[in-house]
């Protein structure tokens, strides 16, 4: 069988509100301390990235940003 095309992996493709675009975090931890947080993102459901960032979303929040307003920023 021959396939023309892009053949991309249907199981990769997320719904828009999981799409995720732009720059990137590189996080160096130890191996334990990633065995951790990956439980803890499988016990809230979620994919290690999504669970990072909904918790450093949180830390944000109570020093005044909205990571979530792509346009809103903290003023001085």
Request: glycine share 6%; charged share 35%; aromatic share 4%.
């Amino acid at each position: 069988m021959v396939h023309k095309g892009k053949l991309g992996n249907k199981n990769a493709v997320k719904p828009d509100s999981q799409k995720v675009s732009g720059s990137r975090v590189e996080l160096v931890m130890t191996p334990h301390r990633k065995v951790c947080y990956v439980k803890s993102a499988d016990k809230e459901g979620l994919k290690l990235s999504a669970w990072i960032r909904k918790h450093l979303d949180r830390v944000a929040a109570t020093h005044g940003f909205k990571p979530d307003d792509k346009e809103q920023r903290k003023t001085p």
